[in-house]
């Protein structure tokens, strides 16, 4: 068995049940209460409090199930739709403390990230890790859990006991050969990093039940039957890193889509909901520092519902010269939209999909192209800057609607875009917007 590295630590910092405490950050209300955050239309469960889990709540449960197999019968539960604006915004909060701490950092997702603790004594990691669990708590109201151990996968584990058991206090070290055994022997198989559903099934049915079973298992059989992956998951548990920090590389394409919250028939309805998404899009693009060459406009009906006529096209835009303008952008992937519309048809989502993107600064202009370059530049960062400042989306164009930004005099049950999404649980954008910063009312 592969000795455990002693010089080199990963770190994983995981902010526990985000969305849930971004929500209570802002709402106390919330606190010691089972707290679920749904999906997009209120769909599903996507964030559970402890609480919540403790009363049998599942993760993706529909809220309607919810509704009647806890609600109904008298047990509390507090709704939230998702407010991915909120959760971005605290994600960058999290992220800049944890980078005021430590250098080398991998965001894995929006509420994880990996840490190379690399020239650092088991002391110095120590105390950086407890630091972390500290600060973000203390400066964004996030609590997060640290895991640290010699490879990335054994770090997730340690991450998972550091949320598990109060105990810990946020943070766990699996620093030992003694306590990476420990720690494997009373983790159940599907817990572990990189060894999805499926393999789960067929590892339990091999008599494969927990990590240091599979840990134990021949690297040869493991690799035949779970591919080069699982060969490298069972090497990470073993002690040996195989799977070092990756570069946060620009996304190759960008794509904005939704489900609407009612079906759409009208095309003028579509327009908006197109132009919005395509001007997300370019916002995505310029955040970057990309410009694409290719836009692809889609919409399709529901194909759930079997008594409606079904019908579903996509259109292609390649522009001529490669851009991250938000008005060349909108104008095209509208005009994508008007070529594949037909009426007759109930349209239940569309989206917009930026392909070709390369590098801004690697943009070939075209010189059969007149284009006013300098004011094209002037208004993309006016736009941003104004979003950025005072809410996503304060300044827009005038085809993407009015009542949909105007959120700070929504109220539920008020009538808004069709297209939108269905958010009747919807907190403020305390963070970005400054129509919706908390108040304080003293008596």
């Avoid at 919810?66 to 739709?81: A, L, T």
């Avoid at 407890?130 to 964004?140: C, D, G, L, N």
């Avoid at 007759?344 to 993107?357: E, P, S």
């Amino acid at each position: 068995m592969a000795k455990m590295a002693e010089k080199h630590f990963f770190g994983v910092m995981d902010c526990n049940n985000f969305f849930v405490s971004c929500e209570r950050n802002f709402n106390p209300k919330l606190l010691d209460k089972a707290v679920v955050v749904l999906s997009n239309n209120d769909g599903c469960a996507i964030s559970r409090s402890q609480e919540a889990k403790c009363i049998g709540i599942k993760m993706g449960m529909p809220a309607f199930k919810i509704e009647q197999e806890f609600i109904n019968k008298g047990i509390e539960v507090e709704f939230c739709s998702s407010n991915y604006t909120l959760y971005a915004d605290m994600s960058r909060r999290v992220m800049n403390v944890l980078r005021s701490i430590v250098n080398k950092v991998e965001e894995y997702s929006i509420d994880e990230c990996f840490i190379d603790f690399s020239g650092l004594t088991k002391t110095q990691i120590i105390e950086k890790g407890k630091e972390i669990v500290y600060k973000v708590r203390k400066y964004t109201g996030i609590p997060v859990s640290v895991g640290i151990a010699p490879t990335k996968t054994l770090a997730k584990v340690a991450t998972h006991y550091a949320k598990k058991y109060k105990g810990y206090r946020g943070f766990c070290i699996i620093d030992s050969t003694e306590k990476r055994e420990k720690a494997l022997r009373l983790l159940d198989i599907k817990e572990v990093w990189g060894i999805g559903y499926r393999s789960v099934k067929f590892l339990k049915d091999e008599g494969i039940c927990n990590a240091l079973d599979f840990v134990n298992a021949n690297e040869y059989w493991v690799k035949k039957r779970m591919g080069v992956n699982g060969l490298k998951c069972l090497m990470e548990l073993r002690g040996e890193s195989v799977i070092s920090l990756e570069k946060v590389v620009d996304r190759q394409s960008i794509t904005t889509s939704r489900s609407f919250g009612s079906l759409i028939e009208e095309k003028e309805q579509l327009q908006v909901a197109v132009s919005n998404f395509a001007a997300s899009c370019a916002e995505k693009l310029r955040a970057q520092q990309s410009a694409t060459y290719m836009a692809v406009v889609f919409l399709t009906t529901n194909s759930f519902r079997e008594d409606l006529p079904q019908y579903t096209n996509s259109a292609v835009v390649e522009f001529e010269e490669a851009t991250n303008d938000t008005i060349s952008i909108v104008e095209e992937s509208v005009r994508a939209l008007n070529t594949i519309y037909k009426s007759g048809f109930k349209y239940k989502k569309a989206g917009v999909m930026l392909q070709r993107i390369i590098p801004q600064d690697q943009v070939q202009q075209n010189i059969f192209i007149k284009k006013n370059y300098s004011k094209e530049k002037r208004i993309n960062e006016l736009l941003d800057d104004v979003n950025r400042r005072f809410g996503r989306n304060k300044l827009h164009l005038a085809i993407q609607g009015s009542s949909v930004y105007n959120r700070a005099s929504v109220k539920k049950g008020d009538n808004l875009e069709r297209w939108e999404m269905k958010r009747e649980h919807l907190s403020g954008n305390y963070t970005t917007n400054l129509e919706e910063v908390i108040t304080i009312k003293a008596t």
